[in-house]
């Protein structure tokens, strides 16, 4: 069975950065492209980066100030957020194929 678990979302001020991590299990990780995604409120899910290798995309709203990593010796995606803004306030959700992960909440306010 597919677990994604996502960790360090929380309440940033504007400016600020924030690294998301997921931790995959029961899959095969470096085989696929992993992605994250994320839902603000009253809006769809939407694209924030993806990667396969060592090849990254980004959603034209965070290229440069985000950064999608993984290591697959450690079944683990990363997502580095710097200069942060209100507007990617959001649930983040981790994707690997099919399944997806619970998702956590960044906040960026002061």
């Known amino acids: 069975q597919v677990q994604l678990v996502e960790s360090g979302g929380g309440l940033v001020q504007p400016g600020g950065s924030l690294r998301l991590s997921c931790a995959a299990s029961g899959i095969i990780f470096r085989i696929y492209t992993a992605g994250w995604y994320r839902q603000a409120p009253g809006k769809q899910r939407e694209l924030v980066a993806t990667i396969f290798s060592n090849m990254a995309n980004y959603a034209d709203s965070v290229k440069g100030r985000f950064t999608i990593s993984r290591d697959d010796v450690k079944n683990t995606l990363y997502l580095q957020m710097n200069s942060l803004k209100p507007e990617d306030t959001a649930v983040y959700y981790c994707?690997?194929?099919?399944?997806w992960g619970k998702g956590t909440l960044v906040t960026v306010s002061s």
């Open positions: 994707n690997v194929y099919r399944s």
